[in-house]
Structures are given as structure tokens and as C-alpha cells.
């Protein structure tokens, strides 16, 4: 059973006299700067290149630097970049200006666990990486109600990196929700399984039952807003994580009850545990991890492509069809 962190179990005074640099001003760095200066920590910086983060974070008060210049000033450097561009900038304008005792903290365990980026064996690695958009992050520090995090230790040289890791979880409201120790692989083959098992697989579901709907000769419109188009499922999927999959039934009428879970019975998951299977040992093996860095280095010919594709699916067109007759 996976230990989880509560308000009570982190203290601030661990950091609150250190300085932090946020490299990568964008809707997680901006929300997380602003919550822990909100939670009391005084000595709060930005590393960016001179564009509109810089100028925002300027505006928010706090002062910008280069992110050479910012990983200097830095005891405690949060790296919020996205995946594929973080190791070069990490190697070029992070690493030369760490010392030993710093903290680099990972909003992702994506370039750990796949060895992209070279840690220094001086310095502390930790992870607090949010389960929550940057939006979210803020607004439910504000109302006080918190958000869940993934926290992990990698590299403990000063012996105290797991208290630095709990007591920044709680300066960027984490804590309130509860932060959840797990390994930087965790979350890496957590969130990838996510995006490419969990919702490929609800996306082509989606998909194949609008096209046998429509046809069976149903309307396209009728079709869609029974599917999705409605909201109901997100009210579903609220009730899930309020409430849990199964418990929320009794929201649904005794006839819809008995549908779902006669038919939940009769699903074949075969398939669907084989295509888990695959797709889950190319994640863990680094098979994806080199995949997809050859496609970025391939100037994301395929991804363009596929975007392309999908873009042009039917159901993207019914969906437009649909949305230009709503008021």
C-alpha cells in the first residue's frame, strides 16, 4: 500500500529560507510559483527566455532571470519544461551551474526513467508532479481544497530530500489532497499507459459505436449527444472519482442499473488485456521512449500526419455538423 502525505506530515521551514527557481513559466510553473508564495515561501525566481512567460512572471511579481543565470541563483530548481525539450536545455543551461546540495524537482519521471537526462551525483532529485492541470493546481489552492500529487525520492544526497520533496508538495497545496510516494518509473509508465491504453481505448470505442449507430440508420445528432456531446459522461466521471465506478449506479434509473451490469459481465476482455499487454511492454521496455524521440528527430513527420488524419475522421466532421446547428 503506497504512503500518502498529508498537511500534517510536511513542514515548511524545511524550505521557506531556500531559493527556488521555476524554469518553465507556463500554466504549471505560474500556478505553482504563485501557490508557494501564497504558502509563505519568500525567495521565489523564473528562469525563461526573454517571450510572453517571461513578461508574465514579471507582471506576477516575481523577478526573471536567464535560466543559466536562474539555475545559479537556485538552491532548489523545479523543472517544468515539457519532455522533449527539457534535457537539452537541462544539459546546456541547468547542470554547468548546479552545486552540490541543490535540488532538481521533476514535474515528470519521463527522462529519468529513460535516461535522458544526466543527474549529476552531487545534488538531490525529487518529484512532485501534480495530477492536475495548471489551471486546476491554482484555482483549488485558492478554495482551499488542494489536489493530488505523485511524490518520489531518485537521489538523496542530503538526507533530507524526502522532507524538501513534503514540504514543497505542501507549498504548492498538494498536501491538503494528499501526495502519494511512488517511483519516478511509476509515474512514467502510469501517465503513458494513460495516454496511450486508457484513452486510445475509450476514444475507439467512442468511435465504432457512432459509425454502427449511425449505421443502424440512427441520426448523427442523436447519435453523439447520446454518446458524449450531452456532458453526461463527465458528470459520470465526476461521480466515479466522488463516489467510485460501481457506486455511483444508483444515480442511473433500476433499468439503466441492470443494462450496465448485465453487459459489464458479458464484455470480453481478452483483447482488451492483450492489447494492454503490448502496448504496456513497449512503454516499460523504452521502445516507445525511442520511438518517439526518433519521430521528434525526424522533424514529427508521422505526428503531423496522424493529426492530420484524425482531423478528417468522421466522427470530427459529424461533431462540426453538430456544434454549428447547436445555440
Do not use: C
Request: cysteine-free.
Amino acid at each position: 500500500m503506497a504512503t500518502i502525505y498529508y498537511d500534517q506530515d510536511a513542514n515548511l521551514d524545511v524550505v521557506k529560507d531556500k531559493t527556488v527557481a521555476i524554469i518553465g513559466y507556463g500554466n504549471q510553473g505560474r500556478s505553482q510559483a504563485l501557490n508557494m508564495r501564497d504558502s509563505g515561501l519568500k525567495h521565489i525566481i523564473v528562469g525563461s527566455v526573454r517571450d510572453t512567460s517571461w513578461e508574465k512572471a514579471r507582471q506576477d511579481g516575481f523577478e526573471a532571470y536567464p535560466i543559466e543565470e536562474a539555475s545559479k541563483r537556485a538552491d532548489i530548481i523545479f523543472l517544468l519544461l515539457p519532455d522533449e525539450i527539457a534535457p537539452a536545455i537541462f544539459k546546456e543551461k541547468i547542470a554547468p551551474n548546479l552545486e552540490k546540495g541543490n535540488v532538481v524537482n521533476f514535474s515528470s519521471g519521463y527522462n529519468v526513467t529513460y535516461g535522458y537526462i544526466d543527474l549529476p551525483e552531487n545534488i538531490d532529485v525529487i518529484m512532485v508532479a501534480p495530477r492536475m492541470i495548471g489551471k486546476g493546481v491554482r484555482e483549488l489552492y485558492e478554495i482551499g481544497e488542494g489536489f493530488p500529487s505523485f511524490l518520489s525520492v531518485h537521489q538523496d544526497v542530503s538526507g533530507e530530500a524526502k522532507e524538501i520533496a513534503k514540504a514543497l508538495a505542501k507549498a504548492i497545496g498538494s498536501t491538503k489532497k494528499g501526495a502519494i510516494e511512488v517511483s519516478f518509473d511509476d509515474e512514467t509508465y502510469l501517465d503513458l499507459f494513460a495516454e496511450q491504453i486508457t484513452w486510445p481505448l475509450i476514444m475507439k470505442v467512442l468511435t465504432e459505436i457512432y459509425q454502427f449507430q449511425v449505421e443502424m440508420g440512427h441520426p448523427e445528432e442523436a447519435a453523439l449527444m447520446e454518446l458524449y456531446m450531452s456532458k453526461e459522461p463527465v458528470v459520470m466521471f465526476e461521480k466515479f472519482a466522488d463516489v467510485g465506478v460501481f457506486r455511483q449506479l444508483p444515480f442511473h434509473s433500476n433499468t439503466s442499473q441492470y443494462g450496465q451490469m448485465t453487459s459489464f459481465q458479458d464484455v470480453d476482455s481478452s483483447y482488451i488485456r492483450s492489447f494492454m499487454k503490448e502496448k504496456y511492454n513497449r512503454i516499460t521496455s523504452g521502445d516507445f521512449a525511442k520511438e518517439w524521440s526518433k519521430e521528434q528527430a525526424s522533424g514529427l513527420e508521422t505526428f503531423k500526419k496522424l493529426r492530420e488524419e484524425v482531423l478528417k475522421h468522421a466522427l470530427t466532421k459529424a461533431e462540426d455538423r453538430l456544434k454549428s446547428r447547436l445555440k
